[in-house]
């Protein structure tokens, strides 16, 4: 299975939403049209959603980690929701939750984040 990725842009806040397997064949595609998306966008915050992604390999932490030191350098939060059993257990292998901020769905993400009325699927 390949990756798919979605970008949507709620207020100023970047949703991504990744559905398949994120892979090294995956990652350098991933990150320029990620960064772009930050740099078109007026968007402050990123909400990662990884409910449907079940399989992530380490280069995938690197993209993810990559894009988190681009939002926080500008002094703004990326959140990661929905995440699926199989890439949980990834992050917490890896630590990535010591620094990035895990909640549940999406649409308490954007609460956090100040988006009222999440509804975008």
Not at 11 to 36: A, I, M, P, Q
Not at 80 to 90: A, D, G, H, T
Not at 100 to 110: F, H, I, N, P, Q
């Amino acid at each position: 299975m390949s990756l798919r990725v979605e970008f949507v842009t709620k207020e100023n806040v970047l949703v991504v939403r990744f559905e398949g397997e994120l892979d090294h064949h995956e990652t350098s595609k991933l990150r320029e049209s990620w960064r772009g998306q930050l740099q078109q966008n007026d968007v402050d915050h990123v909400v990662v959603n990884l409910e449907k992604l079940n399989f992530m390999d380490s280069s995938g932490l690197g993209v993810m980690l990559g894009r988190y030191k681009e939002v926080q350098a500008s002094g703004n939060e990326m959140i990661i929701c929905s995440i699926s059993p199989e890439v949980r257990r990834l992050f917490d292998l890896s630590g990535m939750f010591k620094i990035m901020r895990l909640v549940d769905s999406e649409s308490y993400a954007l609460e956090l984040l100040g988006v009222a009325s999440c509804e975008m699927r």
